[in-house]
């Protein structure tokens, strides 16, 4: 039982020194895990950041809790909250080209019958990439209008 508890002790703390590692598939998605992640490639490798220590005297009263920003001129922000606004506009507008030529396709596919689809879901598996571009499309144009709120 007590060789049972110091296995269980060492594996917990071999767990609490392991890197994360950043992984990248075929796919290109992203993962960041702790262990390796099967038919993706490492790319890189944090180590583990132990959490700040408590200060053992006390701060002044009178002395800032953290350092100041650096203050932007309000021309400068204006500037750059303009060169936001025009870029996700830009961006916006790509996308609802996008989405347009994505329901396009998928009308379009929506009137074509193949011969090999007498089964109904056959129909509906090759509809399905199409539905979920247009359906992607959709979810990325309602975040760049959310965005484009969010700055007025």
Do not use: W
């Amino acid at each position: 039982m007590r060789l049972l508890a110091f296995l269980f002790a060492m594996l917990c703390a071999g767990a609490a020194g392991a890197q994360t590692c950043k992984y990248v598939d075929s796919e290109g998605r992203v993962t960041y895990s702790n262990v390796p992640v099967k038919n993706a490639r490492k790319v890189t490798c944090f180590e583990p950041v132990a959490p700040p220590k408590a200060q053992s005297q006390p701060q002044q009263a009178d002395a800032p809790a953290q350092p100041a920003r650096p203050r932007v001129d309000p021309a400068t922000q204006r500037q750059r909250d303009d060169d936001r606004r025009n870029i996700l506009e830009s961006e916006l507008s790509a996308e609802e080209e996008r989405l347009a030529e994505a329901r396009r396709a998928l009308t379009e596919q929506e009137s074509i019958r193949l011969g090999d689809e007498r089964n109904y879901q056959r129909v509906l598996d090759r509809l399905k990439p199409y539905q979920d571009a247009v359906a992607q499309h959709e979810k990325n144009i309602a975040a760049l209008r959310q965005e484009l709120a969010n700055l007025r």
